[in-house]
C-alpha cells in the first residue's frame, strides 16, 4: 500500500530530535541507522509508520524516529501492534524491543503474533542482557555466563529466538548485526516489504554489560553471510538447521522468506468485513436483533 | 389473581432446566408481561447442577425476587445445592420429582412448611410422552401454565420453535409431554388459585441478557475493536463482537492471554478507534499494568468487568460486588480512573454507552462494573429508543493545533486534543513512561507533578456530574439507601415497600462510583439520621470508597455480605424499620432529664 515515491524521504527525514540514551558504543545506534535507511528506501511518510515496543534500552527506540511511537509496557509490542493494525490495515506497523521483551516477559506473545500472520515487522535486538537493569541473565544469555545474577554462572540453556520463530511457522526470519549496517538495512527493507509477519533478530552488543566476543569488533571478524554459503531461503528445513548455530556462530541475513506468503491476517479480516458489510443493520438499529414479536 | 411470580427450579446439568426457563421468558415477552430470568450453575459444564429463577410480573421486574412462589425441584440434592439463591417460605408452592421417594410431608427444607406441596412423576410423565426422560422440562412448563395462566400458546409456539430443527417427531412429542403437564395441574388445582392476570399489552419487548446488550451498546457507540480472553462469565460480550463486529467494518481479537487482549485493544484505541476489552476479576488482575499505560498515555479504553465472586478463581458463576475497590486502587502510581455500574439489563446500554462516551471525553480508560447476575439474567424489557443518545467523540487537533502538535498539551481542562497514526503533522510519542508535553521521556519531579496534576484534575467535570445518579423516594426522608449494581434493584422494590409501610425513605444510586461526586452525596445525606448502603461484598466496598472521600452520617452503616447471598427487598425493610425503632429510642433518650 505504498502511497509515496520511494526517492521522497532522507534517512534524516526519520530522525528525531531526541537524543538517545544510550551508551556511546551501543549496538542500538546501528539498528537505528539501519531502520532510517530502510524507511527512506520504503518511501512511506513518516505519519504513515507506526512505531511500537516494549521496555528496554532497545525499546526507546520508536521516540528515535519521526514516525508515530508508542513506548508501551514491557513485553508488550506485540499485541498493541497487532491491535493497531488491525484497527488501521493501511499503517506501516514496526514492533521491536530486545531478547528480554521478546524472549522472556512477553515470549507468550511470539507464536501467536507469528500463527496470526498480520503484516508487522518485529524486530528484536538482542544483546543478551538486561541492559537498562544493570547486567542480569536473560533468556538469550550462554549457559555459564557470569552476571550479577550468576555470579556462579548460569545453569540453564539459551532461548534460541530464530529457531522458535522458525518453529512457530513464521513466513520471514532475518538476523543480522550493526556491524554490516548496509545488510541490516536492506534485510529490515525487505522484511516490511513481505507481505506478513517477518522478524529480524539484531545481535545489537551491549557495550557495558556485554562480552567481548559479542562486541561490534568480533562481530566483524566471525560474521558470515548466508547468501555466501549457498544458503536456499526458500527452505524451511534448511532454515531451522542453519539457525542451530546461534550462539556459537554468527550468520547473517535471510534464513526463511515463504516462497508463496499465506494471506495476512488483515487481509482475511477485510474480506470478512467486506462479505458481512450488506447484513448490517444500521448502528441505531442494532438493538432489534433482540426484538420480540 | 397474582401480579407477581417468582418461579424456582433447579435440576442436573441435562435436565433442561435453563431451557424450560428461556422458553418460559420469552413466551412471557410475547404475552406482554415483563419478566426476568436468572441462571445459575455449578462450575460443571454437564452433571453438575443447574437452575434458574423466572419472575413474572405485570409491571417492571427490578429484580429476580426474594422467596420462591413456586419452587420445582428435579431432584433434592442439586436443588438444596443453591440455598439462600433458591429460598423457600410458607407461601412457596413446592412441586418435586416423585421418584425421590420423599414423602410430602418429609421434603428436606429445613424450617418450613410450605404452602402446597405436590410430589410430580416428572420422569414418569416425560417417559409417556417422549420414550425418555429429556422432556421433564415440557412437562414443567406444561404445569406452569396449567396453574398460573401464562400464555399456554406462546409457550407451546417457543417449545415448536426450539425442536423445529430437530425434526417433526420431537416437536410433538414435546408438545404431548407439555400437554400432560397441563392435565396434570386440571386435575390437581391449587388449594388456592393463582391464576396470573392478563398483561397490560405495552408493545414491542427486548429480550436479552445484560452481556449482549453490553456489547450492542458499544457497536452502537462506535467501538471498532474487541480484544479479549474467554472468561466467565464475560465471554457472551466477545461471542456477541465475533458475530456482529465484521458488519460494521470492525474487527475482535481473541488473544492469547488477557494481557494481550487489552494490549490489542489499547493499540486499536492508539490508532484512533473506539475500543473494548471485557473480561472478569482474574482477567482484570492481569490487565492491571496496561489499564495504568493506557491512564498515562490518555487513551481512551473502555474495559468490563463482569464480577464474580472473589479473590482469585473464586465463585466463577456467581455474582458479587468486591471488584470496586480493585477497579479504583489497582494499577499503580497515582491514578483517577472513572468505574460505572448498571443496575439491570436495561441500563447496561446507557452505562455502555456512557463509558465511551467519558472514555473518549476524557481520554481515559474507563471501567463498567457490571456482575454475574446482570450480565447473564435475561430480562424482558421496553424498546431503547437510540435517537436519545449523544455519542461523543475524542478531541482531535484542529490545524492550527498541528503546528506544531503538542500531544500532552497543557490546557485548562486538563484534556489535550489527541491525533493518530495516520494523521499528518500529529506524530509523537505514546508512552508509558512519565512525558513531558511533547512526549518526550522524563524523569523531572516537576514534570512528574504536573502531569499527575493534570491527569487528576481533568475529572473535575466529571465528578460534578448529577446525571449519573438517580434519587428516588422522599426527597427530606431521615432514612436513606445506597446501593449500586444488581443490589439497586432489590432496593429499589425495597423503597417502594418501605414507603407503603409508612416509612420515610429515600434511595441513591450511582451510575458513577469513582471518582466520587462528594457534593452530590453531602446534598443527599443532609438531614439523613440512619441508612444502609447495601451491597454484595463482605467488606462493603462502597461504603467504605464513599467514608475515604466523605463525611457519612454515622446512623449510616454497611449492609453487606458475600456474593451468592442475595438480598431479597423485604430484609432491607426490616432492616430499615430496625433503624427506624432505635431512632426513636435514641430520640427518647436525649429528651429524658438528666439526672
Keep these: ?111 501467536h503474533a507469528v500463527r496470526r500472520n ?31 545474577t550468576s555470579p556462579e554462572g548460569s545453569l540453564e540453556n539459551p532461548v534460541n529466538p530464530l529457531l522458535y520463530v522458525l518453529a512457530y511457522g513464521a513466513p520471514f526470519v532475518a538476523q543480522g548485526t550493526p556491524a554490516d ?106 438493538l432489534d436483533l433482540f426484538l420480540q414479536k | 389473581m397474582i401480579r407477581d411470580l417468582v418461579i424456582g427450579m433447579a435440576g442436573s446439568g441435562g435436565d433442561g432446566i435453563v431451557s424450560a426457563g428461556e422458553s418460559l421468558v420469552s413466551a412471557c415477552a410475547s404475552e406482554g408481561y415483563h419478566a426476568m430470568m436468572t441462571k445459575s450453575f455449578g462450575s460443571q459444564i454437564r452433571g453438575g447442577e443447574s437452575s434458574c429463577r423466572v419472575r413474572i410480573a405485570t409491571c417492571p421486574v427490578l429484580n429476580p425476587g426474594g422467596a420462591l412462589d413456586v419452587a420445582v425441584a428435579l431432584n433434592w440434592e442439586d436443588f438444596l445445592k443453591f440455598g ?101 395441574a386440571q386435575a390437581n388445582p391449587l388449594k388456592t388459585s393463582r391464576l396470573m392476570e392478563e398483561p397490560t399489552r405495552s408493545g414491542t419487548k427486548l429480550l436479552t441478557d445484560g452481556n449482549d446488550i453490553c456489547a450492542a451498546a458499544a457497536i452502537f457507540a462506535g467501538c471498532e475493536f474487541f480484544g479479549g480472553y474467554p472468561i466467565t462469565p464475560s465471554t457472551e460480550i466477545m461471542q456477541f463482537f465475533t458475530r456482529e463486529v465484521w458488519k460494521y467494518g470492525g474487527s475482535v481479537l481473541q488473544a492469547e492471554d488477557e494481557i494481550a487482549g487489552i494490549g490489542a485493544a489499547v493499540g486499536a484505541s492508539f490508532g484512533g478507534k473506539k475500543a473494548m476489552t471485557a473480561t472478569s476479576g482474574p482477567g482484570m488482575s492481569l490487565k492491571s499494568e496496561i489499564i495504568g499505560l493506557a491512564s498515562i498515555a490518555e487513551l481512551p479504553l473502555v474495559i468490563v ?53 467519558i472514555a473518549e471525553h476524557y481520554q481515559t480508560p474507563v471501567i463498567i462494573l457490571s456482575d454475574q447476575e446482570i450480565a447473564q439474567r435475561k430480562e424482558v424489557i421496553d424498546v431503547i429508543d437510540t435517537s436519545a443518545f449523544t455519542l461523543v467523540e475524542r478531541q482531535r487537533p484542529t490545524a492550527a493545533e498541528m503546528n506544531p502538535y503538542v500531544r500532552f498539551r497543557m490546557t485548562p481542562s486538563g484534556i489535550s486534543p489527541i491525533s493518530h497514526p495516520g494523521m499528518k503533522g500529529g506524530n509523537y510519542l ?26 487528576i484534575r481533568k475529572f473535575d467535570r466529571l465528578k460534578r456530574r448529577d446525571d449519573l445518579f438517580s434519587i428516588e423516594g422522599d426527597a427530606e426522608a431521615p432514612f436513606a439507601l445506597v446501593s449500586w449494581g444488581s443490589t439497586a434493584g432489590v432496593c429499589r422494590e425495597a423503597l417502594s415497600l418501605a414507603r407503603a409501610k409508612g416509612l420515610r425513605v429515600k434511595l441513591l444510586i450511582p451510575k458513577l462510583l469513582f471518582p466520587v461526586n462528594e457534593g452530590l452525596y453531602r446534598r443527599f445525606f443532609t438531614g439523613v439520621k440512619a441508612g444502609l448502603v447495601v451491597e454484595q461484598s463482605y467488606l462493603g466496598q462502597l461504603y467504605r470508597v464513599l467514608r475515604m472521600t466523605l463525611d457519612v452520617p454515622s446512623g449510616v452503616t454497611s449492609f453487606c455480605r458475600s456474593g451468592a447471598n442475595p438480598f431479597a427487598p423485604a430484609e432491607i425493610v426490616r432492616k430499615l424499620q430496625d433503624h427506624a425503632l432505635s431512632l426513636q429510642q435514641r430520640e427518647a433518650d436525649v429528651r429524658q432529664p438528666v439526672e
Design chain 1, 1 to 111: 500500500m505504498t502511497t509515496a515515491v520511494a526517492t521522497q524521504f532522507a534517512p534524516k527525514d526519520f530522525k528525531s530530535e531526541l537524543k538517545p540514551i544510550w551508551c556511546p558504543g551501543c549496538g542500538d545506534f546501528g539498528v537505528l541507522q539501519a531502520i532510517y535507511r530502510a524507511l527512506a528506501a520504503i518511501g512511506r511518510p513518516p505519519h504513515e509508520i507506526a512505531f511500537i515496543s516494549g521496555i528496554g534500552c532497545s525499546s526507546r527506540i520508536p521516540g528515535y524516529t519521526t514516525a508515530y511511537g508508542f513506548n508501551s509496557v514491557h513485553g508488550r509490542a506485540l499485541p498493541i501492534a497487532q491491535g493497531l493494525k488491525l484497527a488501521r490495515p493501511e499503517l506501516l506497523v514496526l514492533a521491536a524491543g530486545g531478547d528480554g521483551d521478546g524472549f522472556s516477559i512477553g515470549g507468550g506473545h511470539v507464536p
Design chain 1, 118 to 148: 498480520d503484516d508487522i515487522t518485529y524486530i528484536v535486538m538482542d544483546n543478551q542482557t538486561y541492559g537498562l537493569t544493570k547486567g542480569q541473565l536473560s533468556p538469550t544469555s550462554a549457559k555459564g555466563r557470569h552476571t550479577v
Design chain 1, 181 to 286: 549496517i548496509p545488510g541490516l538495512s536492506a534485510m529490515i527493507e525487505e522484511a516490511i516489504r513481505f507481505p506478513g509477519f517477518s522478524f529480524v533478530n539484531v545481535q545489537s552488543p551491549c557495550v557495558t554489560y556485554g562480552e567481548e566476543e559479542q562486541q561490534i569488533k568480533a562481530h566483524k571478524a566471525i560474521m558470515k553471510k548466508l547468501d555466501d554459503l549457498g544458503h536456499d531461503p526458500t527452505s524451511r528445513l534448511q532454515a531451522l538447521d542453519r539457525a542451530q548455530s546461534y550462539g556459537t556462530e554468527l550468520l547473517t541475513g535471510v534464513y526463511f522468506r515463504d516462497p508463496s506468503p499465506p494471506p495476512t491476517l488483515g487481509s482475511l479480516v477485510r474480506e470478512r468485513q467486506e462479505s458481512l458489510s450488506a447484513k448490517a443493520k444500521p448502528r441505531e438499529r442494532i
Design chain 2, 84 to 184: 439462600a439463591e433458591l429460598p423457600v417460605n410458607g407461601d412457596t408452592v413446592v412441586l418435586y420429582e416423585e421418584k425421590t421417594g420423599v414423602a410430602p410431608d418429609a421434603i428436606p427444607l429445613v424450617g418450613v412448611s410450605p404452602a402446597e406441596v405436590f410430589a410430580v412423576p416428572f420422569g414418569d410423565m416425560a417417559r409417556k410422552a417422549i420414550g425418555n426422560e429429556k422432556g421433564k422440562n415440557s412437562v414443567v412448563l406444561g404445569l406452569i401454565a396449567g396453574w398460573f395462566g401464562i400464555g399456554r400458546e406462546s409457550i407451546l409456539a417457543g417449545i415448536r420453535k426450539k425442536f423445529a430443527r430437530k425434526g417433526e417427531e420431537l416437536v410433538q412429542a414435546n408438545e404431548r409431554a407439555f400437554q400432560l403437564g397441563v392435565e396434570y
Design chain 2, 305 to 357: 468487568n463482569v464480577q464474580r465472586g472473589g479473590p482469585s478463581t473464586g465463585m466463577p458463576t456467581k455474582p458479587e460486588q468486591a471488584d470496586l475497590f480493585q477497579a479504583v486502587f489497582s494499577a499503580h502510581g497515582d491514578v483517577v480512573r472513572p468505574v460505572l455500574a448498571p443496575t439491570c439489563v436495561s441500563d447496561t446500554f446507557d452505562v455502555t454507552v456512557e463509558a465511551f462516551n
Design chain 2, 430 to 455: 505514546g508512552a508509558g513512561i512519565e512525558h513531558n508535553e511533547h512526549g518526550d521521556p522524563t524523569a523531572s519531579g516537576r514534570i512528574h507533578q504536573q502531569m499527575n496534576e493534570k491527569r
